[in-house]
């Protein structure tokens, strides 16, 4: 019964919306403009179930299609970016030295914004799939590094020295002391990095590919298909809450003995 009560509280808020967009899209100076939420809801099931190919509408059953696309991009420049950004955030946070090299070139490209990355993204790949990637790797891989430096900075000294006075080289310090302290803000920084990644796939895919999530997002408003946007919209979203969730549950598996401490 409470586990129903919490499901129906957090309807509340969905719900209201959902009447107030009812609401303003009946209006009559919003015709054309924006649909309501059923116009919506009928594009939506036409997207994801119906039959493509068939009569003047492209966007009819191409939604797994392009959910594919889009998250096959982002599980590609993601994994690279938390492949290459985790050891290094590790290493500037630990090394004073790593940390006086690479850091400043870090926080010097960092306030780049993803879009500053396009132009260059096409030059040097074309319109492909590689062009992308690049652009969602970019969109984690600071998230992921930056938070991961500051986690193997925060680590508690005492377990440091203690590590010491047992004997242990500055590799075993680093994976086996720094590397579990660490964790609690690398996965934060994966779950930032995800976010990003997911934001940088729409916007690469408007122009840099032609295919995805993105290029429907930006072909269905060229055409004035706003009830595909606004799909398309709830899509994106869904996807980026649904992958979210997915490294919670790793987190939460990964860092029990942290949830175990606190009983």
Request: proline share 5%.
């Amino acid at each position: 019964m409470h586990r129903l009560q919490q499901i129906l509280f957090g309807l509340i808020v969905p719900v209201l919306v959902l009447l107030l967009w009812q609401m303003a899209a009946s209006q009559p100076d919003m015709a054309g403009i924006v649909p309501t939420p059923v116009a919506v809801m009928n594009g939506f099931a036409g997207w994801i179930w119906g039959q493509a190919g068939l009569g003047l509408n492209p966007y009819l059953g191409t939604w797994v299609a392009n959910v594919t696309y889009s998250g096959s991009r982002v599980v590609q420049g993601f994994f690279w970016a938390a492949f290459l950004g985790i050891p290094l955030g590790l290493l500037i946070g630990w090394s004073k030295w790593v940390s006086k090299l690479l850091d400043p070139m870090i926080q010097s490209l960092r306030p780049i914004p993803i879009t500053a990355w396009l132009p260059f993204s096409i030059a040097l790949f074309g319109i492909r799939d590689v062009g992308s990637i690049f652009l969602i790797f970019l969109g984690g891989f600071y998230a992921v590094v930056v938070n991961t430096t500051q986690g193997a900075r925060d680590v508690d000294k005492n377990l440091v020295r203690a590590a010491e006075m047992m004997g242990s080289r500055p590799s075993q310090l680093l994976w086996r002391v720094v590397l579990p302290s660490a964790m609690p803000a690398i996965f934060t920084g994966l779950r930032v990095g995800l976010g990003i990644s997911w934001t940088a796939v729409i916007v690469s895919e408007m122009v840099a590919v032609k295919s995805g999530l993105g290029y429907v997002l930006w072909d269905a408003y060229y055409v004035g298909r706003m009830d595909i946007v606004l799909a398309d919209m709830v899509s994106i979203g869904a996807m980026g809450f649904i992958s979210d969730r997915l490294i919670v549950a790793v987190e939460s598996r990964v860092l029990r003995w942290r949830m175990l401490q606190n009983y």
